[in-house]
């Protein structure tokens, strides 16, 4: 596999008979919505996994009929035994992952002090998107390890490198899923595979729609662009992190934050 393929590029892989195939984790909504679309439309084969298995059959749906690749299946972050069986079916289908994006996550509740944060509910979060990101890390990275290429994507947070108020499961959460990617990163640096962060801002997805005015309001004013970001954008950076393209950067969270991040 060349190192100088830009993003436009996983077609090739089809071309010749071999399919750049992409587990996109969280595909039925938001993010991993939109970054399954995004990657369909630029040949990768997508797997399209999620809680919600009709939302991501719908993904599915839309990039076979814009004449892409991919497939459905459901999947539970925090119950092990339904990752793998995923994983069999899209490698069934498509041949060897070369990818995963971890887009799957939940803010569990939003505008309360940490003190009134229940263990129950910082362990909910924890569970989703820490341990969640830990799970699918060990299940894909051994496939990856196998064919010596992947690209190992987890969707973190801004919230992970700067806390927000009102947000202490979800800003621990995400900090860890930033360690867990340095660390995993310097496991496998010299194996083709490579494990990296990225940190949105604010994106107007359903998840932010859910949340208290108060909390988006609170978030977009710290960003200096003065705005939310788009789907597009982030579908955009996660393209080109997950391709061939991207092959000197691992242990990394991106920023996507309108100048919010300064580290
Ligand atoms: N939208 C933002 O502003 C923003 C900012 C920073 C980080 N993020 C992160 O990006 C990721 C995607 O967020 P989004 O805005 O697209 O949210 P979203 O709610 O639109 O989508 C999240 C998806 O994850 C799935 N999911 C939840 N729990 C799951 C589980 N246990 N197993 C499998 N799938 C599960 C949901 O069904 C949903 O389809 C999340 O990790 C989120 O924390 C979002």
């Known amino acids: 596999m ?3 393929l830009d993003i436009g590029d996983f077609s090739r892989f089809l071309a010749g008979g071999e399919a750049y195939a992409v587990v996109v984790v969280g595909a039925a909504s938001g993010i991993g919505r939109r970054a399954a679309e995004f990657l369909g439309g630029l040949g990768a084969a997508v797997g399209c996994l999620d809680l919600e298995p009709a939302g991501a059959a719908a993904a599915a749906g839309a990039i076979a009929a814009a004449g892409g690749r991919a ?6 972050v925090t119950d092990e035994a339904t990752i793998a069986p995923a994983l069999d079916r899209v490698e069934g289908a498509f041949g060897p992952i070369r990818a995963l994006v971890n887009s799957a996550g939940i803010t569990g509740r ?6 009134e944060v229940t263990l129950d509910e910082f362990d909910r979060v924890c569970r989703v998107n820490l341990r969640g990101a830990m799970a ?3 299940a894909v990275l051994p496939r990856m390890l196998g064919q010596g290429y992947g690209r190992l994507l987890h969707i973190a947070s801004i919230a992970g490198k700067e806390g927000n108020a009102g947000m202490a499961a979800y800003s621990a959460s995400k900090a860890g899923m930033i360690g867990l ?3 995993l990163a310097k496991d ?3 194996t083709g595979v490579t494990v990296n962060g990225l940190a949105p801002a604010v994106i107007r997805t359903p998840l932010v729609e859910a949340l208290p005015e108060a909390t988006v309001r609170y978030m977009t004013e ?13 579908a955009r950076m996660i393209a080109w992190i997950v391709s061939p393209a991207a092959s000197f ?3 990394f969270t991106f920023d996507l934050s309108g100048g919010r991040a300064t580290y």
Not at 71 to 76: N, R
């Open 188 to 190: 496998y640096a010299e």
């Open 249 to 251: 950067t691992t242990g």
């Open 110 to 115: 939003t505008n309360v002090k940490g003190h």
């Open 181 to 183: 990617v340095k660390s």
């Open 71 to 76: 497939i459905a299946g459901a999947v539970d």
């Open 222 to 234: 710290r960003i200096p662009m003065r705005r939310t970001g788009e789907p597009d954008e982030v």
């Open 2 to 4: 060349s190192a100088g």
């Open 136 to 138: 699918l890390s060990k």
